[in-house]
DNA sequence: CAATAAATTAGAATTCTTCTAAACAAGAAA
DNA sequence: TTTCTTGTTTAGAAGAATTCTAATTTATTG
């Protein structure tokens, strides 16, 4: 990590109303440095304990959340049974491996949805998405 | 519920190698006897209680996974805090309320998704799941 | 430096779901 | 029918993911 790197880090947790602790700068690190990723608190977790980075699960937790209520991450629902949380804020949809229960983006332009018929009376979208669940191809 | 309804309830579990047990037609009477449903463990439980039906909840998941493995329902993911079954099993989308929580069909016909990318290597699709997320216009 | 508010934390609690192992009921065989 | 076998149901315990509580620590402000 170059030290500008640290600075912007630190600039995004500010400009999102958020102070730049220890914690929140070695998670956004591990969540913004390298790319989109595509994590759960648990994993993110365990990512934390491999960097030396002493944090609680409750404030993974706490981070998460704020950070997409910041628009820094969105969810990704497509496991009834964790939550994934995804650094790729762009409007786009997503291929889910049932096996590895992993997740690769979908460009949105690569993708169209059409002909959505009316909106149920009284609402207005809110997203749009799209899960390509693919299995390994039995051989 | 008619005379026939029953035998048909019947007939639909064990063509899906499920014995008729008293709980398993009572749950196929609240399930499929008054068009589609998109329920959850929890509600189709109270239903149950309400119906008068002496059934655990314990019952109630085992039947919700054997129904799906038979093809008899099919799983909705829509929320990462508990799971929606579908008794529509054709293939289709949903419009998903978010201050309800509820499910809204949308005919496979009406809504086109196009374009999808080459599939990652090895893989084949096991199923392509839109989910709009719609609010209520807030006035 | 205080003072204040925000953030972190351990551990308890909650929620949804699954498991265990014992009792029970359904269908098959006699 | 009765008996046998196996599938089903169940209460309650256990598990997993997540949230809450309330005490401590840290960051920012004055
Ligand atoms: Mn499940
Ligand atoms: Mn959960
Ligand atoms: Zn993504
Ligand atoms: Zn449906």
């Known amino acids: 990590m170059v030290q500008s790197e640290l600075a912007d880090l630190e600039k995004k947790l ?11 700068l070695a998670l956004a690190q591990l969540l913004f440095s390298d790319g989109n990723r595509h994590i759960t608190a648990e ?25 997409t209520a910041a628009g820094l991450l969105r969810e990704v629902v497509v496991d009834s049974s964790r939550s994934y949380f995804d650094t790729n804020v762009m409007p786009h949809h997503h291929f889910f491996h049932e096996q590895s229960g992993t997740l690769e983006d979908i460009e ?32």
Do not use: C, W
């Open 14 to 24: 500010r400009d999102a109303q958020l102070r730049p602790t220890k914690q929140r």
């Open 108 to 139: 949105k332009n690569d993708l169209k949805v059409d002909n959505i018929p009316p909106l149920p009376e009284g609402t207005e979208i809110s997203s749009v998405d799209v899960i390509v669940r693919v299995s390994s191809t039995r051989r």
């Open 43 to 67: 994993r993110l977790h365990s990512d934390a304990m491999g960097a030396n980075v002493a944090i609680s699960l409750a404030t993974i937790y706490n981070n998460l959340h704020q950070f």
